[in-house]
Nanobody
């Protein structure tokens, strides 16, 4: 069983930066693909960024050039560096990991507001 715990959310002004972390328990992290999703109030959950177990990345068009996903297999952690934040980035951000099974964290709230 894998548990995912997100951290790093908070209140930030437009144009600011935050780095989210997702720490995974267990021993299979390095073989898992990982992703960040977000869900804004009244909207469906959407994919933000993916990183494969080999390190390949992909991003939603809305965050390309502003967000960077990365992973540290030695620390069992995946990160989301968010720069040039906009009010429309406000959402609960969720970490997801999968191999044979699918795992989700409980989310961390990011609020972008002046």
């Amino acid at each position: 069983q894998v548990q995912l715990v997100e951290s790093g959310g908070g209140l930030v002004q437009p144009g600011g930066s935050l780095r989210l972390s997702c720490a995974a328990s267990g021993s299979i992290f390095s073989s898992m693909s990982m992703a960040w999703y977000r869900q804004a109030p009244g909207k469906e959950r959407e994919l933000v960024a993916i990183i494969s177990n080999g390190g390949s990345t992909n991003y939603a068009d809305s965050v390309k050039g502003r967000f960077t996903i990365s992973r540290d297999n030695a620390k069992n952690t995946v990160y989301l560096q968010m720069n040039s934040l906009k009010p429309e980035d406000t959402a609960v951000y969720y970490c997801r990991g999968w191999r044979r099974m699918d795992y989700w964290g409980k989310g961390t709230l990011v609020t972008v507001s002046s």
